[in-house]
């Protein structure tokens, strides 16, 4: 009896698959299977640039310069990159990008200031192709009833990255309290290597499907109209409120992604364990992440009754609540000197350091979620313009912030966050509130999607 209902449930448990699993939402799994491997590679160098760059004898140049030549290209050439996928489509953009960031990675091999500021540009460029094609490519592939599942799927497998990137940091660096030229070499290849294989799941990604099951060859706009597009976006009134919204975002992604992990890792109360810190921050951070990802993905239907406007509220104060226990538990000279010598106003505790790591990513997953949610039912005919104002905003926002990141005290960091967390949730929750009085789409369009937890429930 018990063997004849465990095949029952694995036979609904298959037709459940098999209706979700569609070409489109295949195309979405692949994408996110792409992502995942080429930044399980760049992610982690990101988080352990400033350290890896700290540990090589003589060397001048700063990693946290090298990410903000990343974002600021990134941001300068965001504006041609619709008119390029107009040209060669988002699959060819994407494995472009891949490529770059493989070559960022696979620099560090030789390390020189000059070639790492240079290959930081070109990585910036190839930024810009590869999120932006992805944009693209999410759009085409999902429809108003599917973009938040589809999202937040894809949104969850990329950011798995932090967390397998991030515990083979934490092996590799197990018990050093310096990272020497052989463990540094080791971590590079395996990195490298792995930025490869995700450039392969790009060269054979397939075409895009429309909602009506056609292959999707039709470009949007030509060249100049898609840059004209992207112009125009910016003089409407959504648009400049959730430019807003974008700026705290980029903000965010830099503290997370690169100052937090590095603030960690010169806490001298931590002694040998502050340097596996910094991959233990990337690797809750990317937990996190996924976390959010699946939860507001997976359980769209569910979420979506609460509203987006709801939704990225609760971010925010995750967000709040996370930046002030990392202003109680880190010193505030951890982003200006190599060793910290003022003390925290709470002895620093790794629970809390690596808590506030998970926060951190669970609630950038609600903003990213939630500004990718707005963005395609809001701009589905314009969504590579539209994305590319969104990476334009957010990277001009993480050049910045990477500039000062060495510079300016921890708190001086931590209330310029506050601040544009407030006026980011105050803008996003305005432009959500307008979509709705005029009927645009909004989070109701997402009550329409049968998650596969609610298919489950139902066939049981």
């Not at 959730?242 to 100052?259: A, D, M, P, R």
């Amino acid at each position: 009896m018990r063997s004849r209902l465990c095949l029952l449930r694995c036979l609904r448990l298959l037709r459940i698959f098999n209706m979700d699993l569609d070409k489109r939402f295949v195309n979405v799994l692949l994408l996110g299977l792409g992502f995942m491997f080429v930044f399980t590679a760049f992610q982690t160098m990101g988080n352990i640039e400033k350290t890896i760059l700290d540990s090589i004898p003589g060397f001048t140049g700063n990693g946290f310069w090298s990410l903000a030549i990343i974002y600021g290209v990134f941001a300068i050439t965001n504006w041609a990159t619709p008119s390029i996928i107009s040209l060669i489509g988002p699959r060819m953009a994407m494995v472009i990008g891949a490529v770059t960031y493989a070559t960022f990675i696979a620099s560090f091999f030789f390390p020189s200031a000059w070639l790492l500021y240079l290959v930081s540009g070109i990585v910036g460029f190839g930024a810009a192709l590869i999120w932006t094609g992805q944009g693209n490519y999410l759009t085409i592939n999902a429809d108003a009833s599917t973009l938040a599942r589809d999202s937040g799927v894809f949104w969850a497998l990329m950011q798995s990255s932090m967390f397998l990137g991030n515990t083979f940091v934490y092996i590799a660096f197990q018990g050093k309290e310096s990272i020497d030229s052989d463990t540094r070499t080791f971590v590079l290849i395996v990195l490298t290597a792995v930025s490869i294989v995700g450039i392969v799941f790009f060269a054979f990604l397939p075409p895009p499907i429309s909602v009506d099951g056609e292959l999707a060859n039709k470009r949007e706009a030509g060249p100049l109209a898609a840059f004209i597009n992207s112009i125009s976006l910016l003089s409407t009134q959504d648009m400049l409120l959730l430019c807003l919204t974008f700026f705290y975002s980029g903000l965010e992604l830099s503290f997370y992604s690169g100052v937090y992990g590095t603030c960690l890792g010169k806490i001298k109360h931590f002694g040998d364990a502050a340097k596996q810190l910094v991959g233990m921050n990337g690797i809750f951070v990317g937990f996190g992440e996924v976390l959010g990802g699946l939860f507001f993905g997976i359980m769209g239907k569910k979420t979506a009754r609460w509203g987006r406007d709801a939704i990225v509220i609760a971010g925010f104060i995750i967000h709040i609540l996370s930046f002030f226990l990392i202003f109680l538990n880190v010193p505030n000279d951890a982003t200006i000197s190599k060793d910290t010598t003022i003390e925290s106003y709470i002895t620093p505790n790794k629970f809390i350091a690596i808590l506030c790591s998970f926060l951190l990513g669970f609630g950038d997953s609600i903003f990213s979620t939630q500004i990718y949610s707005i963005l395609g039912s809001m701009y589905s005919e314009d969504s590579a313009p539209a994305f590319a104002v969104f990476k334009f905003m957010q990277s001009i926002a993480a050049a910045i912030s990477f500039f000062y990141s060495d510079t300016f005290y921890l708190t001086v960091q931590l209330s310029l966050l506050v601040i544009f967390a407030t006026i980011g949730t105050a803008s996003f929750c305005i432009v959500e509130y307008t979509a709705k009085k005029r009927g645009d789409p909004s989070p109701s369009h997402v009550s329409q999607t049968t998650s596969l937890s609610d298919k489950i429930s139902t066939e049981s």
